[in-house]
């Protein structure tokens, strides 16, 4: 008889349906009945190692857990008996003894808490108070729900050192609970595990083979094994004290044609501060787990306009030096003008562009390059260009200098910039709405999850005030949504579903070194440990 596509059963009296080959816990959660847990997450299978989500089954003898438990047709089950509680009160009370629980335990806690609401920033974490996962720890949480509020022996503190030797991850193996989270998460993600249970007994901690390290061991820093962490041993480096996100936005990462869907974590000041993979259960490349919040907020990105007086470059307002462009670029109209940009701008940009080229400048020199699988964009000119805007360093070197006016609308200083005679700040994916078109001529979205910083203002905004300080008509768009009804995009949905990880994400070597003409190791610092080049070491064991 084939198998019910769903079942029956009772949860703390309330009848729910399980479906098919759910667990009493994955069945629990989805109606919004709390069991406690630890070493279970949804994107791993189950493990029954950390024995919080023990429940009591009528007809069945002692506590099974619910993580591994399936759901059976009139299963009674009792999730929050006093018996319950107790015992799960007592094995986290032993889980205890070897984390930081000093501030859990404080009688003092709450006025502490009430004027120091932050984690203080330590070189190692002796209790909430210098945690960085103040605000996220699971241990925490469960602790305050099971009212624990002391320890059944004296804790003992492991007083091991922050490892802090490879890119992008601290881990501080004090926090560690031995959940097995982030061992499981990268066998089930990549096929074999860079890290592991290392050693036996009460010396059972979580490293690489041979004393390795993690680059030595093959580690693709998707960061998976950072989400899935319960209290803060796995953190990732740039964003580890910024603690938890005011606002995540949902939106699209555009380094590459993989266009992976993000959530962004921005903090009170608008600043992108986090970003993982909406989709948890398939891993994204360390660019677009690590890289973007260094790249966004890097301390030396254009935040102004500016206009060359002389040899130097001189802050100017918008409406200033968007009038000194204007007035410029009109003597060069026709074949001597050319603007040139990377499909890394959104659709809306690019209209934008080739509008004011053919509708403004009466040019046919509208020049969109679509980057290698790298990410380098860069191409030589039309002879007889002798003006041109630039959303990057995107043109031939050799032809800065032949330029007699150069525009570049970009987010870091470069060559080009050197050479331009009017700058511009430009805000770019994490910070625009708009849409983008992925490797397999899919529309993707893009929300903004950050404030561009100071005047920097989208690509489109820019030319669009341009043409109309040029005089032309038709280029008043209010938001990018305008551009969009007026080129009938199709409605954009984010790339959450999919059969594989994107190939930087298996291999960190084919990932792309270049965003709008730059290198992205200048601007993220623990791309400079991961060359290229270097090989992924073979799988050890299958």
């Not at 399980?18 to 070493?39: G, K, M, Y």
């Not at 009688?107 to 108070?129: L, V």
């Not at 002879?383 to 805007?389: C, E, Q, R």
């Not at 609308?409 to 050479?419: G, K, S």
Request: proline share 6%.
């Amino acid at each position: 008889m084939e198998k019910s596509v769903s079942v029956s059963l009772a949860i703390d009296g309330k009848t729910v349906t399980a479906r098919r080959d759910e667990t009493v816990l994955q069945c629990a959660l989805r109606h919004d009945i709390f069991i406690p847990h630890l070493c279970t997450h949804p994107n791993l299978p189950p493990f029954g190692a950390c024995r919080m989500c023990l429940v009591q089954i009528e007809g069945v003898r002692g506590f099974p857990t619910a993580c591994t438990t399936p759901a059976s047709e009139g299963m009674l089950v009792q999730t929050s008996t006093p018996a319950l509680q107790d015992l799960r009160r007592r094995i986290l009370e032993l889980i205890l003894l070897e984390h930081p629980s000093a501030c859990l335990l404080c009688a003092r806690r709450e006025p502490c808490e009430q004027y120091r609401p932050r984690a203080e920033k330590a070189g190692r974490t002796t209790g909430c108070h210098t945690c960085n996962s103040k605000d996220t720890c699971e241990v925490r949480i469960l602790s305050d729900q099971l009212h624990v509020v002391a320890l059944p022996v004296p804790p003992t503190y492991r007083d091991l050192a922050v490892e802090r030797a490879d890119p992008f991850i601290d881990r501080d193996l004090n926090l560690c609970i031995l959940c097995g989270r982030c061992v499981r998460i990268c066998k089930a993600q990549h096929g074999w595990a860079t890290i592991d249970f290392v050693g036996r007994g009460s010396r059972t901690h979580i490293g690489q083979a041979f004393g390795r390290s993690l680059r030595e061991a093959g580690c693709r820093f998707c960061g998976s094994c950072v989400d899935v962490c319960p209290t803060g041993s796995l953190a990732d480096r740039y964003a580890k004290w910024q603690g938890k996100p005011h606002s995540v936005t949902e939106t699209t990462c555009a380094f590459c044609e993989a266009a992976c869907a993000l959530s962004l974590g921005a903090d009170r000041q608008g600043r992108v501060v986090t970003a993982q993979g909406v989709n948890g259960a398939v891993p994204v490349c360390v660019l677009g787990r690590f890289g973007i919040p260094e790249f966004w907020n890097g301390a030396t990105r254009l935040r102004v306009p500016q206009v060359r007086v002389g040899s130097a470059l001189r802050e100017a307002p918008w409406e200033e030096a968007l009038r000194s462009a204007g007035e410029r670029l009109s003597a060069y109209a026709g074949n001597a003008f050319a603007l040139v940009c990377d499909t890394t701008n959104t659709l809306e940009d690019r209209y934008v562009f080739r509008r004011f080229v053919h509708d403004v400048m009466h040019s046919p020199h509208y020049i969109e390059i679509t980057p290698d699988t790298r990410g380098v964009s860069r191409t030589a000119l039309p002879l007889g260009v002798k003006a041109a805007i630039a959303t990057g360093d995107l043109i031939e070197s050799r032809q800065l200098n032949e330029l007699e006016l150069l525009i570049v609308q970009d987010l870091y200083p470069t060559a080009a910039c050197e050479r331009a005679s009017i700058v511009f700040p430009a805000a770019t994916f994490a910070e625009v709405d708009g849409t983008v078109v992925d490797g397999a001529g899919q529309i993707r979205p893009l929300k903004s999850a950050a404030a561009p910083p100071g005047r920097a203002r989208p690509d489109w905004w820019i030319v669009s005030q341009l043409a109309q300080a040029m005089g032309a008509g038709g280029f008043a768009y209010e938001s990018a949504g305008a551009i969009r009804d007026e080129i009938g995009t199709v409605n954009a949905s984010l790339r959450i579903d999919r059969d594989e990880a994107p190939a930087p994400a298996r291999d960190p070597r084919l990932r792309p070194t270049h965003f709008r003409g730059h290198r992205l190791d200048e601007r993220i610092r623990g791309l400079r440990e991961l060359a290229c080049e270097e090989a992924v070491p073979a799988a050890v064991g299958g």
